[in-house]
């Protein structure tokens, strides 16, 4: 068969082999007929009954994908609960069906169209980009009013090996798509760079491309071909050659064999030639595949609760050294940065809390595990021996003063001295710490005489200075733009950096577009983000200067409130986009 190559708009970064399987949308066919006075209230019923159902997909659907998206990108299936909740939408559906005198599912219709027009003809770009959020709704719910099926095909019918073309992509088929562990995804509409569908997808680490006619997919369906989102391609019926260079080219970024993947230019580096390591926050193996597969600068930090919080018994050194040594060596040559247990009086695990004494009030991070020494050696010896296998950072969290790194060090010497001769050289350990309250800003030049580099955990600085729960920080109308917090990240980088060490931001605010472009302009050495943003963010770095950035920083800490900093970022931004 003859070779067919279409191109788009590469949403989401990476590449799939598999079967093309295009989805369809079906039309309903909706009763626009009247209804007698007496069966008002049965329709009434009917639209309750789909609403509460439309509820329960949603909640489903969300509880699925809670382990796997990142809990900003989740609160999308929140803005559908709170439309479906919403009394004046569902009051003015039932007045539709009472006053018009129509059935449930044409109520909804002419309802959801009346929004849909609303928006169409307003000056607000922003409100556009719901409308597709809107339809889905609406759609659903007619469909759980009639019962009938939105897509032509059944979600079961595909696998991880499919490779789906459809039309529009709505938010809710791009999750119950990545949810099925699909090969990637190809729509013509719907699959906005900023579009829910294409956040969740990239929050899955599922490869998507936007802007290909869906008349040219359809003549494909069911045939073999590569999905290539880093070019932006996909290549219909390849030849043998391609699908095996292809096949190769993912058994290389996902088994760490093909040093030819990293001869192309992979870093995030300014249009000025000012360098940013983009790494990756992961709490388990799986996310240190998506990882690889968005050619993370590295690990900027493993979260090692989640190996405490997942076992039965207390973690002995060698189940640690297991699961840090699989990610060491997954991810070499390029670092793995291993924060040690952040536990404390406010973050107990019920899984071995009872192991611990948790008498000293206050106590959190690393004065927390130096208070469990026998737990805190065993973890530190585990670190310790990963690093034989590769480039290892042991990142302590909480730091508040010289002497917590010191107690910490003596650990660490050690364990080191314990080795054999051969080993001891062998290690490749650097020491860093968490700065992420005001104690450790007081004292972070005494600090930074003790360490190799230097981590700002902003979201427990910004819950110390602004008041701003972690629960609650994506919902906090981005207080990390204060202009007062934007002024405590710059000091820890401008003594990190007069005392020759590299500092490294990680948190809610480094994968934020305005908060990483300040933070940028304020020299930060490298930033670390939930592995699926990896390539959306070196992608915006490559478009920005390091002039321009710090030129916007200090018009930043010029404002008064995160409110003018926001307002000033999204003019930036459309200005530089």
């Known amino acids: 068969m003859e070779k067919v190559l279409l191109n788009g708009m590469p949403v989401s970064n990476g590449t799939g082999v598999g079967k093309l399987y295009t989805f369809e949308y079906t039309n309903i066919e909706i009763n626009k007929g009247k209804i007698k006075e007496s069966l008002i209230n049965e329709e009434i019923i009917r639209l309750e009954v789909a609403i509460d159902k439309t509820l329960i997909e949603i ?33 003015e559906i039932k007045d539709l069906i009472h006053v018009k005198k129509i059935f449930a599912e044409n109520a909804v219709d002419m309802c959801i169209n009346s929004y849909v027009n609303v928006i169409e003809i307003s000056d607000n770009d922003y409100a556009k980009q719901s409308i597709i959020d809107i339809k889905e709704i609406g759609s659903r719910i007619i469909r759980n009013i009639m019962g009938g099926k939105t897509v032509k095909h059944h979600l079961d019918d595909i696998d ?9 992509l709505t938010p809710w088929l791009a999750a119950a798509l990545g949810k099925r562990n699909v090969t990637g995804v190809v729509a013509e509409e719907g699959a906005a760079y900023f579009s829910h569908a294409a956040i969740i997808l990239r929050g899955l680490g599922v490869p998507l491309m936007n802007n290909v006619p869906y008349d040219l997919i359809t003549k494909s369906n069911n045939r073999s071909a590569i999905l290539d989102c880093n070019n932006g391609i996909l290549i219909i019926n390849p030849d043998k050659k391609e699908i095996s260079e292809y096949k190769e080219l993912y058994k290389s970024k996902m088994f760490g064999l093909g040093a030819f993947f990293r001869k192309r230019n992979t870093h995030a580096e300014t249009v000025d030639n000012k360098r940013i390591a983009i790494m990756a926050n992961i709490g388990n193996f799986d996310e240190c595949d998506i990882a690889v597969r968005n050619l993370s600068d590295g690990i900027g930090l493993v979260r090692t609760e989640v190996l405490f919080i997942n076992s039965k018994e207390m973690p ?12 060491v060596k997954k991810i070499r040559p390029e670092p793995v940065v291993i924060r040690t247990l952040d536990a404390g009086h406010d973050k107990i695990f019920s899984g071995f809390t009872s192991k611990m004494s948790i008498k000293k009030e206050g106590l959190r991070g690393i004065r927390f595990s130096l208070s469990q020494k026998e737990i805190f050696i065993q973890q530190i010896s585990a670190i310790v021996h990963s690093a034989l296998l590769g480039e290892v950072g042991i990142m302590f969290p909480m730091v508040n003063s010289a002497d917590d790194i010191l107690k910490a060090k003596e650990i660490i ?66 207080l990390y733009l204060n202009p007062d917090f934007l002024m405590a990240v710059k000091y820890c980088c401008m003594k990190s950096h007069d005392k020759g060490k590299p500092v490294s931001v990680c948190g809610e605010i480094a994968a934020d577009i305005s908060a990483a472009i300040l933070l940028i302009g304020m020299g930060v050495d490298g930033l670390s983000v939930h592995p699926a943003k990896v390539t959306a963010l070196k992608d915006i770095i490559r478009k920005i200067s390091y002039k321009d950035s710090k030129e916007v920083l200090e ?4 404002k008064l409130d995160e409110h003018q900093v926001s307002e000033m970022m999204d003019e930036w931004l459309k200005k530089h986009f």
């Open 413 to 478: 010497s050690n364990i080191i001295n314990g080795m054999d001769e051969k080993s001891r050289t062998k290690v490749n350990l650097r020491i860093g710490a968490v700065i992420e309250n005001r104690t450790g800003i007081e004292n972070i030049e005494s600090i930074l005489d003790e360490v190799d580099f230097i981590s700002i955990g902003t979201n427990d600085l910004l819950q110390e200075m602004q008041g701003a729960s972690r629960k609650h920080l994506s919902e906090s109308d981005k």
């Open 59 to 91: 909640c489903d659907l969300s509880n699925d994908l809670r382990q796997r998206l990142e809990a900003e990108d989740n609160l999308i299936f929140e803005a559908y609960k709170t439309i479906l909740e919403d009394k004046y939408f569902i009051s």
């Open 160 to 168: 991880s090996k499919c490779i789906i073309g459809i039309k529009c």
């Open 316 to 327: 002995d050194d060698k189940k640690q050294l297991a699961a840090y040594s699989k990610i």
């Open 555 to 558: 018009a930043a800490l010029q």
